[in-house]
């Protein structure tokens, strides 16, 4: 075991290929997105202008293979493309990760050829936007309490209930809901269906007025007698729930990555300003104190970029990386709320005020320790690794 991590590890030097990838999306982020993040930022616009030029450069389908339409990158290139958009704009990093590694990635993972076919090739291709609803309004963490349900009508499912903050849920195209299909089996009753947006019954609510990540259309979404065929069943009936924490061990690599990406243009923006900013004659980048922050916010996001980058790397080997998924996200998103509150302390005054790029981050980070898992959950996957008797 220990010389397998030791060979993974020893893989995590970058090639040229991915060295020119991170240059080619810092590029496509820092024309295409940074000259708009503040405006989109305050009319919480969601920039779906923008997923045309994504689908060029293969990020709606990141890891996809060719013959779905999708870029077929690995896992650390994933890495890679959420960062870089993250370090930038968290918002478009989030919509991104949201649409690759929830929505599209549970066809991907579960869906027949047919579905995948129907359903995953114009995901991959930026044609469709995907969500994915788990969250309820009385179940998130305990996800598996869900109420919404689906009820077998002949060569129909019936669904009824509702999701709660549904990244795409009023924009998405092609949404993964899951719902309880036998209360009696507990989450071993639960399954996935496949919903396209214009099905009868399916519509968006309430769309939330969010803290940060606010480019990023956050919504409720409503089923009322919502009717799909008996093909849009994705995965086992009965294993919906049970798929979904596969899902969502791969999903929090992206958001691992994000975290990293974010502290990254944290950190660079504090650095930058440390030594624009002048106060008692020098830089403030020269006082030790400011120092150390720098350096010990560049040393954090480097661990949680290794940390991340062993995810990914264990996910390519084809084995099932829970562990690792949940520590890289635990650590990454809790170091970039550092990095954040660092950047804005560095900034003083001017880190409260939106003229300077530490605002915006301090805003958008807090959302990495909430989605796809609570920091708090994280730890109970993590202890339930590591603990079990
Ligand atoms: C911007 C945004 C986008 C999102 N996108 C999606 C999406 O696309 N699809 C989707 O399905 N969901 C999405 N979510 C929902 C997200 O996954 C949930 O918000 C998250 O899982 C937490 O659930 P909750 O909000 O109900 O909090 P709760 O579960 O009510 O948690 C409240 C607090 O209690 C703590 N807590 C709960 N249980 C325990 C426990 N056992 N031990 C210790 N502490 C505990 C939590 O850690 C947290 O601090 C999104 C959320 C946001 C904010």
Same mark, same amino acid.
């Given at each position: 075991?220990?010389?397998?991590?030791?060979?993974?590890?020893?893989?995590?030097?970058?090639?040229?290929?991915?060295?020119?990838?991170?240059?080619?999306?810092?590029?496509?982020?820092?024309?295409?997105?940074?000259? #708009?993040?503040?405006?989109?930022?305050?009319?919480?616009?969601?920039?779906?202008?923008?997923?045309?030029?994504?689908?060029?450069?293969?990020? &709606?389908?990141?890891?996809?293979?060719?013959?779905?339409?999708?870029?077929?990158?690995?896992?650390?290139?994933?890495?890679?493309?959420?960062?870089?958009?993250?370090?930038?704009?968290?918002?478009?990093?989030?919509?991104?990760?949201a #649409?690759?590694?929830l929505g599209?990635?549970?066809?991907?993972?579960?869906?027949?050829?047919?579905?995948?076919?129907?359903?995953?090739?114009?995901?991959?291709?930026?044609?469709?936007?995907a969500a994915w609803g788990l969250t309820e309004?009385?179940?998130?963490?305990?996800?598996?309490? &869900?109420?919404?349900?689906?009820?077998?009508?002949?060569?129909?499912?019936?669904?009824?209930?509702s999701k709660q903050f549904i990244t795409h849920g009023k924009y998405g195209?092609?949404m993964v809901v899951?719902?309880?299909?036998?209360?009696?089996?507990?989450? $071993?009753?639960?399954?996935?269906?496949?919903?396209?947006?214009?099905?009868?019954?399916?519509?968006a609510g309430k769309k939330e007025?969010?803290?940060?990540?606010?480019?990023?259309e956050t919504s409720e979404v409503i089923?009322?007698?919502?009717?799909?065929?008996?093909?849009?069943?994705?995965?086992?009936?009965?294993?919906?729930?049970?798929?979904?924490?596969?899902?969502?061990?791969?999903?929090?690599?992206?958001?691992?990555?994000?975290?990293?990406?974010?502290?990254?243009?944290?950190?660079?923006?504090?650095?930058?300003?440390?030594?624009?900013?002048?106060?008692?004659?020098?830089?403030?980048?020269?006082?030790?104190?400011?120092?150390?922050?720098?350096?010990?916010?560049?040393?954090?996001?480097?661990?949680?970029?290794?940390?991340?980058?062993?995810?990914?790397?264990? @996910?390519?080997?084809?084995?099932?990386?829970?562990?690792?998924?949940?520590?890289?996200?635990?650590?990454?998103?809790?170091?970039?709320?550092?990095?954040?509150?660092?950047?804005?302390?560095?900034?003083?005054?001017?880190?409260?005020? @939106?003229?300077?790029?530490?605002? @915006?981050?301090? $805003?958008?980070? @807090?959302?990495?320790?909430?989605?796809?898992?609570?920091?708090?959950?994280?730890?109970?996957?993590?202890? $339930?690794?590591?603990?079990?008797?």
């Amino acid at each position: 075991m220990a010389l397998w991590y030791i060979s993974v590890w020893m893989d995590l030097s970058l090639s040229d290929d991915q060295a020119l990838l991170r240059r080619s999306i810092r590029e496509f982020a820092e024309t295409e997105i940074r000259p #708009h993040i503040m405006e989109w930022d305050e009319s919480q616009h969601f920039p779906k202008e923008l997923v045309p030029k994504l689908a060029a450069l293969g990020l &709606m389908g990141i890891q996809f293979e060719e013959m779905w339409g999708g870029a077929g990158m690995s896992a650390v290139d994933y890495c890679i493309c959420i960062e870089e958009l993250a370090r930038v704009d968290p918002s478009v990093s989030l919509s991104v990760a949201a #649409h690759n590694g929830l929505g599209a990635a549970h066809i991907n993972m579960f869906g027949t050829d047919a579905q995948k076919r129907k359903y995953l090739v114009p995901l991959a291709t930026g044609e469709k936007l995907a969500a994915w609803g788990l969250t309820e309004a009385q179940s998130g963490s305990d996800a598996a309490a &869900m109420r919404t349900t689906a009820a077998r009508q002949g060569d129909c499912w019936v669904l009824n209930g509702s999701k709660q903050f549904i990244t795409h849920g009023k924009y998405g195209d092609t949404m993964v809901v899951m719902a309880v299909t036998d209360r009696a089996k507990g989450n $071993r009753g639960i399954s996935a269906f496949i919903v396209e947006r214009g099905t009868p019954g399916f519509r968006a609510g309430k769309k939330e007025d969010k803290l940060g990540m606010r480019a990023s259309e956050t919504s409720e979404v409503i089923f009322e007698n919502c009717r799909v065929s008996a093909e849009n069943l994705l995965g086992e009936e009965g294993q919906g729930f049970l798929n979904t924490l596969q899902v969502l061990d791969a999903g929090r690599i992206g958001i691992a990555a994000l975290s990293v990406g974010l502290a990254q243009g944290a950190y660079e923006a504090a650095r930058n300003y440390a030594f624009e900013r002048r106060q008692f004659g020098q830089p403030i980048g020269t006082f030790q104190s400011i120092r150390a922050k720098l350096v010990e916010n560049a040393a954090r996001v480097e661990a949680a970029r290794l940390l991340t980058y062993r995810a990914a790397a264990i @996910k390519d080997q084809g084995t099932r990386m829970t562990l690792e998924s949940a520590m890289a996200k635990l650590y990454a998103s809790e170091i970039a709320v550092r990095a954040s509150e660092d950047g804005v302390q560095i900034h003083g005054g001017y880190g409260f005020v @939106k003229d300077y790029p530490a605002e @915006k981050f301090f $805003r958008d980070v @807090k959302l990495t320790t909430i989605g796809e898992g609570t920091s708090e959950i994280q730890r109970l996957v993590i202890a $339930r690794q590591l603990l079990a008797s």
